[in-house]
């Protein structure tokens, strides 16, 4: 039916009982589809696939155990080669995760159009469904996708565009639902007013600018346990982000939400940003509002102007933090004024920190260590309150494993290294691995230089 030997797939014959038995061996083994292939032309594929669907034998879907279906499209191809219409050959009832990308929606030919409106009778098992489009889109795909997924009674994971607020609250009423995702993009996006119900305990919400964001989070409070803001940097100013964020205490359940992650991203393409936001002292404050978190991300914001004071005084109220990502995604990539100390304050602060990533000034040497020998193990007791009565910071934590340390500059000084790495190492000594940005190179060096002499040590 196909080689390999010049192209991924060259059709070369009709089908035959010994082609049509070598594809039914493997037919049943495939549980995932990711399609279309974008080396083969859309003329090519369909063709092998209409071969294999009319083969007297066939019967459809043509992949009967297949599971998962992912299906993108090039931009604008399938204007000139539809390949969406391929997905009526492979849907089917076993499938229960479906994956769209799709450029072009809702500017698809009728053909097009047809099958993907049929998905849920074709699919009528989906519990989680992706459907993504462009940021720099002004397509409005609400009633579409709206259309879709209020059909799919035990939909547990749905992340597509903003639908109209019928749809969301039929969504809403469908006690299967625990995570829900919304993209909005530069159309006049639909809004939802109301509270999501207790059972969505993951949030996503992402827009082109702050702006978009704040006209959505208006109308909408939910109790998640874990919320994750996508914020187009390149559409959004200062003021706007110190208020979209000062927003979400009015609108998420203080007491619930344990993870936060607020990402800066690009406002037309789905990449990070190439701008970024210093974070000030109002973003700290509305953040701090969240006394029960154990896991923040801000990976992608300037942390640059936050000593180490500043991570002591901002970080006492959370005790209960395990993952914490301070600035190493930040592409300002501007000199940060945090030394290591910056580490030891987290670390006193967090006890219970499981994962850390910071931006610091890696070319300044450790702070004086402070007397605490013979200090008394507190209350708590066990071996990490001795361990820390015994190292001259006082302080030890056993659960980090790997330091993401970014851009964090270092300088290859080997007596000024090997105080560092004995630092570090001290205070976590089941570090393992330092994780910096993969350039400029010879930063990456000098900390790969500092891992070894901290696994020599």
Same mark, same amino acid.
């Given at each position: ?56 034998? *066939? ?100 992340? =597509? ?71 187009? *940097? ?35 393409? =789905? ?14 404050? =509305?953040?701090?509002?969240?006394? *029960? ?49 910056a580490i030891l304050a987290i670390l006193r ?33 066990g071996e990490e309150d001795k361990d820390r ?66 696994? *020599?040590?």
């Amino acid at each position: 039916m196909w080689a390999r030997k010049y192209y991924p797939f060259i059709v070369r014959m009709f089908m035959g009982e010994k082609q049509w038995l070598t594809f039914c061996k493997y037919a049943v083994r495939v549980k995932v589809l990711r399609g279309p292939c974008r080396r083969v032309s859309a003329s090519v594929q369909h063709n092998v696939i209409a071969a294999l669907a009319g083969y007297p034998r *066939a019967t459809l879907p043509l992949l009967p155990n297949l599971n998962e279906l992912v299906w993108s499209e090039l931009k604008m191809s399938n204007l000139i080669n539809p390949s969406v219409s391929l997905i009526k050959y492979f849907a089917g009832p076993g499938i229960t995760t479906v994956s769209l990308f799709l450029i072009c929606w809702p500017n698809h030919v009728d053909t097009e159009g047809a099958v993907l409106a049929n998905l849920p009778n074709l699919c009528p098992n989906v519990t989680s469904f992706t459907a993504f489009f462009p940021r720099s889109s002004h397509n409005d795909h609400s009633v579409e996708i709206g259309s879709i997924v209020e059909k799919w009674p035990h939909l547990r994971v749905l992340r =597509s565009c903003a639908v109209e607020q019928s749809v969301m609250d039929t969504v809403m009423t469908k006690q299967t639902l625990d995570t829900l995702s919304i993209e909005l993009n530069n159309c006049h996006t639909a809004v939802y007013g109301g509270q999501l119900p207790s059972h969505v305990t993951t949030w996503s919400l992402g827009g082109n600018s702050t702006a978009l964001c704040l006209r959505y989070l208006n109308t909408i409070q939910g109790s998640p346990n874990s919320f994750h803001l996508r914020i187009g *940097a390149d559409d959004s100013t200062t003021a706007e982000m110190e208020r979209l964020v000062g927003m979400l205490p009015t609108r998420l359940d203080k007491a619930r939400l344990h993870s936060l992650t607020i990402e800066l991203t690009s406002s037309y393409w =789905s990449t990070p940003a190439s701008d970024s936001f210093v974070l000030s002292s109002p973003l700290l404050t =509305s953040i701090s509002l969240f006394p *029960a978190l154990n896991e923040l991300d801000l990976s992608t914001y300037c942390t640059a102007e936050l000593d180490d004071k500043a991570y002591e005084t901002w970080l006492a109220g959370w005790t209960q933090l395990k993952s914490l990502k301070m600035g190493v995604a930040d592409v300002s990539k501007v000199k940060p004024v945090a030394t290591v100390g910056a580490i030891l304050a987290i670390l006193r602060a967090c006890r219970q920190l499981e994962t850390l990533g910071i931006a610091f000034d890696g070319t300044l040497p450790p702070p004086s260590g402070i007397a605490q020998k013979g200090k008394q193990p507190e209350e708590s007791g066990g071996e990490e309150d001795k361990d820390r009565c015994q190292n001259e910071w006082g302080v030890m934590n056993h659960r980090i494993t790997h330091l993401h340390v970014g851009y964090s500059p270092i300088e290859e000084d080997d007596e000024q290294l090997a105080e560092l790495a004995r630092c570090l190492k001290t205070v976590m000594p089941r570090l393992e691995r330092i994780v910096p940005d993969r350039y400029p190179l010879e930063n990456a060096a000098h900390w790969a230089k500092l891992q070894d002499i901290m696994l *020599a040590g």
